[in-house]
């Protein structure tokens, strides 16, 4: 388990934006795909719990309700099936990069950077 259960990074993470929170999700998701190309499924994988472990924290915040609470338990089915299921979906993983890649580069024009 990584450090993204500690009470002042569950605080810290809830005054992130959605943008932000996803895009720092999109980074893990990242690693994920480089890993996998490098052929390290143990990295890969290690990538994929800190995702699915912040995307959970993302999900139980109570900002996002209604309709974007749906769109993130549906980005956690995807990415879970995606990864480590039978990609019943068909999702590239170059969309799940673009997807999240758009998340940061919104949060970065919003911060200014």
Request: net charge positive; hydrophobic share 35%.
């Amino acid at each position: 388990m990584s450090g993204f259960s500690s009470e002042p990074f569950i605080e810290r993470w809830h005054k992130l934006s959605l943008m932000e929170q996803l895009g720092n999700i999109g980074s893990e998701v990242e690693r994920i795909i480089s890993w996998k190309k490098r052929g390290n499924n143990d990295l890969a994988t290690k990538a994929l719990d800190r995702s699915l472990e912040l995307l959970d924290l993302t999900i139980c915040d109570l900002r996002w309700r209604g309709g974007t609470l749906k769109e993130l338990t549906r980005t956690r089915e995807i990415l879970c099936d995606a990864f480590v299921g039978d990609n019943v979906y068909n999702t590239p993983h170059e969309f799940l990069s673009r997807y999240f890649y758009a998340f940061a580069a919104a949060a970065q024009r919003k911060n200014g950077k």
